[in-house]
C-alpha cells in the first residue's frame, strides 16, 4: 500500500521554486529539495526521476503561476495605456526591491532558454501578454506594435532598476513606463 504523500505536488513545486528563486537554479539539487522539502531523496527521486525534470517540472509551475496571474490583471485593468501600465507594474511586484535577488531570478531565464518545453511556454506567455496589452492600445494605429515596444521597455526598465536599484522596483518601472509613453504619445 502506498505512503500518503505529506506535501501535495503544488506545496513541493513551490518549495522548488523558492529554492531556485533564492539560490540559482544550480542550487535545486535533490539533497537541497530534501533539506528544505522534509521529505528524503529517494521520494523526491520517485516523484521526478531526474534532478532535469524536477527543475523543468518546476518552471513549468512558475509559468502556470505567470499566466495565471497575467490573464487576472489583464481581466481587471482598464483598457487604457495606463490600465498597460498597470498590469506590467503588477507583474513586476514579483521582483521584489533587491537587485542582487532580481539577478539571481535571471538565471531562471536562461533555463527557460536552454529548454524547448519552458522556451515554448515563454514565447506563448510573450503572445498572450502581447495581446492583453494591444488591447489597452485598441484605438491606436499598429496597437500590437505599441505593445511589444512597451513590453521591451519593461524589460529593460527591469534590467536598468537592477543596476541601480533606486527605490522599488515597481515605482521605477512605473515611472520609466509613464515616460515612455508621453514620448511616443499613442
Same mark, same amino acid.
Given at each position: 500500500?502506498?505512503?500518503?504523500?505529506?506535501?501535495?505536488?503544488?506545496?513541493?513545486?513551490?518549495? /522548488? +521554486?523558492?529554492?531556485?528563486?533564492?539560490?540559482?537554479?544550480?542550487? @535545486?539539487?535533490? %539533497? $537541497?529539495?530534501?533539506? #528544505?522539502?522534509?521529505?528524503?531523496?529517494?521520494?523526491?527521486?520517485?516523484?521526478?526521476?531526474?534532478?532535469?525534470?524536477?527543475?523543468?517540472?518546476?518552471?513549468?509551475?512558475?509559468?502556470?503561476?505567470?499566466?495565471?496571474?497575467?490573464?487576472?490583471?489583464?481581466?481587471?485593468?482598464?483598457?487604457?495605456?495606463?490600465?498597460?501600465?498597470?498590469?506590467?507594474?503588477?507583474?513586476?511586484?514579483?521582483?521584489?526591491?533587491?537587485?542582487?535577488?532580481?539577478?539571481?531570478?535571471?538565471? /531562471? +531565464?536562461?533555463?527557460?532558454?536552454?529548454?524547448?518545453?519552458?522556451? @515554448?511556454?515563454? %514565447? $506563448?506567455?510573450?503572445? #498572450?501578454?502581447?495581446?492583453?496589452?494591444?488591447?489597452?492600445?485598441?484605438?491606436?494605429?499598429?496597437?500590437?506594435?505599441?505593445?511589444?515596444?512597451?513590453?521591451?521597455?519593461?524589460?529593460?526598465?527591469?534590467?536598468?532598476?537592477?543596476?541601480?536599484?533606486?527605490?522599488?522596483?515597481?515605482?521605477?518601472?512605473?515611472?520609466?513606463?509613464?515616460?515612455?509613453?508621453?514620448?511616443?504619445?499613442?
Amino acid at each position: 500500500m502506498p505512503r500518503r504523500r505529506t506535501l501535495s505536488d503544488e506545496q513541493l513545486l513551490a518549495m /522548488v +521554486l523558492a529554492l531556485i528563486q533564492a539560490e540559482g537554479p544550480d542550487a @535545486a539539487t535533490f %539533497a $537541497a529539495v530534501a533539506k #528544505a522539502s522534509g521529505l528524503s531523496g529517494s521520494t523526491l527521486v520517485q516523484r521526478f526521476a531526474t534532478k532535469a525534470a524536477m527543475l523543468r517540472t518546476a518552471l513549468l509551475y512558475a509559468w502556470d503561476r505567470l499566466d495565471a496571474e497575467t490573464a487576472r490583471l489583464a481581466e481587471t485593468v482598464p483598457k487604457t495605456p495606463k490600465g498597460a501600465i498597470t498590469l506590467l507594474v503588477g507583474l513586476s511586484q514579483d521582483y521584489g526591491d533587491n537587485a542582487a535577488a532580481y539577478g539571481e531570478g535571471l538565471l /531562471v +531565464l536562461r533555463e527557460d532558454f536552454r529548454d524547448p518545453v519552458l522556451r @515554448a511556454r515563454g %514565447a $506563448a506567455w510573450g503572445t #498572450a501578454l502581447t495581446a492583453a496589452i494591444a488591447r489597452c492600445f485598441g484605438s491606436a494605429t499598429a496597437p500590437e506594435t505599441i505593445a511589444r515596444m512597451l513590453l521591451s521597455q519593461w524589460q529593460g526598465s527591469l534590467i536598468w532598476w537592477g543596476f541601480g536599484a533606486e527605490g522599488p522596483v515597481a515605482a521605477y518601472v512605473e515611472t520609466e513606463l509613464r515616460c515612455f509613453l508621453a514620448a511616443i504619445k499613442p
